[in-house]
Structures are given as structure tokens and as C-alpha cells.
């Protein structure tokens, strides 16, 4: 039984009080380790711990006036300490991206480590299924033709290493994100120094970026949400092709369909793959907000404001879709309908084309000349397709082919365990050996 991933509340981690909560952790970091420097009052920092809180109407109300939210937040926060002596010494030292910034990276801290319980999550279901259907044979399609034989397990095990790999990029790309800079208006580390510098975000449970303008530069943020954005692409993924299997003529997959659930206005028979759908509309909009993410690292000098703006929606955004593609498609594949007999059913439908591959092998390991063998194969594989006739009666009377295959080697060719043979050793190279000997 997989452990219940339970959603926390993305939404939480963007809200304004916690943005601002976030400010001031920032805020309140800086004081406390100037204080241990001697520079600022032990007092007075003492008391900003203490006493300084945030108002989120109020700060709203003073930027309304001043146009500046971190001078808003300033103001209304030393209103809160009650203590001018104290209140002044808030903000020392820093400029406003200093706050914003380190802050950002503590808000893309916590909205990641929520995307990462879901990407393990989204890894144990997708184990559980493939594990569920290694043996269940399915038609492989290439260019949306039937192929060879494959199973809806390997199918799975396949959107597994990918979700690995997308845990592997994710933790990549979110450490490039865990750093924080308190360098001053330009990056020079004038007023506090280099050693302050470390010492603040060391509080704060970040390193120092080596070195900055007056913003983190957007490169680490374009390789973020770019992370997101493949993670977004590899749910399309799974959703496309649950969409492609549920479609009346294949009917091989289908997603989960409520009780009340109603597929159509017009039609009471329909039960369209509504969820998958929407997994793959969602990925359209995180891919184009890395567009957005990519734009910003070009910024005039030691920065302008252009990127500002554009990453209060994106990162909210993509995280937040992120975090609910990842629950929806998990339940999804985690709750979807099989059907094995139609996957055979299918397989079957060419009546022995898809051995072709098999076929020209086994007559070219027998010595019959490769190009012989190919037309051979090709011209009964293509009257076979036209005529919707049997494949494998019209080769077992080829004299061209008997030449070189008798009854037993043509039953092998045509035997679909040993299309499959190799399905155990895939599994064990994708979850490991021991898991494989366990299953």
C-alpha cells in the first residue's frame, strides 16, 4: 500500500503574509548576527525579535502611498516594535534586494520541498503499476503504428526512470536556488562585508552566492523554473498517451470515472479523458512561463526591475501547477482502468505483422541475404496489411522462407515470449536487483 501523499497547501507558501513572514526572518537574521558582530545593539536586537511583527493590511496601506513594498514593510514593521531606539537599527546595513531576494530563495525552498514529496510520490505509484503489468503484453507503437511487442508494464517503467531523473534535476536546480546575497546596492559587500554576508544566510540555512550585482543573477531562476517545466512536460507525457490508449478503437487504458461523473452535455455515453487533458493544457502554460524566466537573465547593468514583476507570477504559478499536476496525474495513473484483454486483443489485430522484425532476423541468422529476406518479408507483410489476412500463413508457404525456417524455427519467430524475454532484465536494471528478486 503506498503511503497517502497529503497535498499541503501550495497556495500558503505564495501568500502574501508569508512573503512578508519571510522578509523579516531575513530582516530579523541580519540584525542578530551584526549584533554578535557588535555592531548593532544586543538590545535592540533582542527586542526586533521580540517584539516585530507583520501587518499585511498595513504594509499595503503605506505602499499604496510610498510605492515601495520594501519600505512599506520597514515602516510597518518598526511601527510594530514600539521602541524607536530599537526600530531603527531594522534594515541596517542592507538594500532592499538584500531582503527580497534571500527571501525568495526561502519561499522556492519550501514551495520545492513540497514538489519533491510529490515527484516521490508520483515514483511509487508509477513502481506499483509496472510492477502490477510487467507481464502484460501490449502493442508497441512507433510514429502511432503498431510496432513490436511490448509490455504495459515496461511502458510504466519507462515514465518511472524519467520521474527519477526529473527528481535528479529538480534537487539540482533547487540547490542552485538555495543561496542568498546580502552584497549591497551593487554587489560589493561595501557596508557589511563578505564575512557578515555568509554569517546572515548561514542563519538562515543558505550560502552566500560568491558574487552578485544587486540581484542574484536570473540564471539559477531560468534553470528552476526550466526544471519545472520539463517535470510539467513528463506528466503531459503520461497524460498524452493515457488519452491516446483511451480512445474507442484502442481502449486498452482508461482514467478514472465517477459515479455522477458526466462526459457530455449532449451524449450520456461518453467518458472523455477530461483530467488527462487538462495535465497536458497545464504543461503548455509552465513551459511558456520558462520562456519568461529565460528572458529575465538579461538585465540592463547591475539590474533593472524588469524581472520583478514577471517572476511574481511564475513562480507562484509554476510551482503551484507544478505541485497539483503532479498530485492529479499521480491519482490518475494510480486509479486507472486496464484492460489486458483488449492490449492482446490489439496485438493480435495484424495477424502475426508485428514478428516482421523477427522474421528478417531469424532468416538472415539462418543464411538467407539480407536484402532476399527483406523484400520477402516486405511483400507478404504489405498484401497481408491491405488484404487483412494472416502474416504468418502466407510466410509458412513461402518455399523462399521454408528454405531457410522449418515449422519449429518459424513457431519461435512468432512466439511472443521471446519478443518479451528481455523484460526482467529491464525491470532489474530500472528499480535494481533486489528489488526484482523480491518481486
Known amino acids: 500500500m503506498i503511503p497517502r501523499y497529503t497535498r499541503s497547501e501550495m497556495g500558503r507558501v505564495w501568500s502574501g503574509e508569508n512573503k512578508f513572514q519571510k522578509w523579516l526572518d531575513v530582516e530579523l537574521a541580519a540584525t542578530e548576527t551584526l549584533a554578535e558582530a557588535g555592531i548593532v545593539p544586543r538590545e535592540a536586537a533582542a527586542k526586533l525579535r521580540e517584539r516585530a511583527r507583520i501587518d499585511v493590511a498595513r504594509i499595503n496601506e503605506i505602499e499604496a502611498k510610498v510605492r515601495h513594498d520594501v519600505i512599506a514593510f520597514t515602516i510597518a514593521v518598526q511601527e510594530t516594535v514600539g521602541d524607536p531606539e530599537a526600530a531603527r537599527w531594522l534594515h541596517y546595513g542592507l538594500t532592499s534586494n538584500d531582503v527580497v531576494d534571500t527571501a525568495q530563495a526561502l519561499l522556492v525552498r519550501e514551495a520545492s520541498r513540497l514538489i519533491e514529496k510529490g515527484l516521490v510520490h508520483f515514483g511509487q505509484i508509477l513502481e506499483k503499476r509496472a510492477w502490477e503489468f510487467k507481464d502484460t503484453p501490449e502493442i508497441g507503437r512507433t510514429h502511432g503504428i503498431h510496432a513490436e511487442p511490448i509490455t504495459f508494464g515496461l511502458k510504466i517503467a519507462n515514465w518511472y526512470a524519467e520521474n527519477q531523473r526529473d527528481s535528479e534535476r529538480f534537487a539540482a536546480a533547487g540547490h542552485a536556488m538555495a543561496v542568498g546575497k546580502i552584497s549591497g546596492a551593487v554587489g560589493t559587500c561595501t557596508h557589511l562585508g563578505p564575512e557578515v554576508e555568509q554569517k546572515i544566510c548561514a542563519k538562515l540555512g543558505l550560502t552566500a552566492a560568491p558574487i552578485t550585482s544587486q540581484v542574484l543573477e536570473r540564471d539559477r531562476h531560468a534553470q528552476y523554473v526550466s526544471a519545472l517545466a520539463i517535470i510539467a512536460a513528463s506528466l503531459e507525457r503520461v497524460a498524452l498517451e493515457i488519452r491516446h490508449l483511451q480512445r474507442t478503437e484502442v481502449r486498452e487504458v482508461e482514467e478514472p470515472f465517477g459515479g455522477e461523473q458526466r462526459g457530455s452535455s449532449a451524449m450520456p455515453h461518453k467518458r472523455n479523458p477530461v483530467s488527462s487533458e487538462q495535465i497536458c493544457g497545464l504543461a503548455r502554460v509552465v513551459r511558456a512561463n520558462s520562456v519568461a524566466a529565460t528572458e529575465n537573465i538579461a538585465l540592463w547593468h547591475e539590474r533593472d526591475i524588469s524581472h520583478s514583476s514577471v517572476e511574481r507570477v511564475i513562480l507562484p504559478d509554476c510551482t503551484i501547477l507544478v505541485d497539483y499536476m503532479l498530485n492529479r496525474t499521480g491519482s490518475i495513473v494510480e486509479n ?74 518459424l513457431a519461435q519467430t512468432f512466439d511472443l515470449h521471446r519478443q518479451l524475454r528481455a523484460v526482467e532484465a529491464i525491470f532489474a536494471r530500472v528499480f535494481g536487483a533486489k528489488k526484482s528478486a523480491a518481486h
Open 336 to 409: 486507472m482502468k486496464v484492460f489486458p484483454v483488449r492490449m492482446l486483443r490489439n496485438l493480435n489485430a495484424t495477424q502475426g505483422l508485428v514478428f516482421s522484425g523477427q522474421l528478417l532476423q531469424d532468416l538472415v541468422e539462418h543464411g538467407a541475404p539480407r536484402e532476399d529476406a527483406y523484400k520477402w518479408v516486405q511483400g507478404h507483410a504489405m498484401t497481408a496489411w491491405e488484404s487483412e489476412s494472416s502474416f504468418q500463413d502466407r510466410i509458412s508457404s513461402d518455399p523462399n522462407v521454408r528454405k531457410f525456417l522449418d515449422e519449429k524455427a
